[in-house]
């Protein structure tokens, strides 16, 4: 069985840093590549980061290129959002996603003014 669980998610102050973690189980997990969206309210989900399976490539939303990082550690199933520089807009719920495939249940992330 699949599993992608999120973690790492809160409140945070505008111009201030969080990292996400997502743990997977049941999957080759160092055989592929990962994905964060987010879903903001009101709006669709759409696509934040992606990181291959070797970690060696990754590619950015524009809105978040040069804010955030992705990055994993297969070691450990393992894969990481750092946030920084957060805006107001960044406000959403964060979903570690599986060879376009497999989801997790999301992190809620709210940045306060």
């Known amino acids: 069985q699949v599993q992608l669980v999120e973690s790492g998610g809160g409140l945070v102050q505008a111009g201030g840093s969080l990292r996400l973690s997502c743990t997977a189980s049941?999957?080759?997990?160092?055989?592929?590549?990962m994905n964060w969206f987010r879903r903001a309210p009101g709006s669709e989900r759409e696509f934040v980061a992606t990181?291959?399976?070797?970690?060696?490539?990754?590619f950015y939303a524009s809105s978040v290129k040069g804010r955030f990082i992705i990055s994993r550690d297969n070691a450990v199933n393992t894969v990481y959002l750092q946030m920084n520089s957060l805006k107001l807009e960044d406000t959403a719920i964060y979903y570690c996603?599986?060879?376009?495939?497999?989801w997790g249940q999301g992190t809620q992330v709210t940045v306060s003014s």
């Open positions: 049941g999957l080759p997990f160092n055989q592929l590549p």
């Open positions: 990181i291959s399976w070797s970690g060696s490539v990754t």
């Open positions: 996603n599986a060879a376009n495939e497999h």
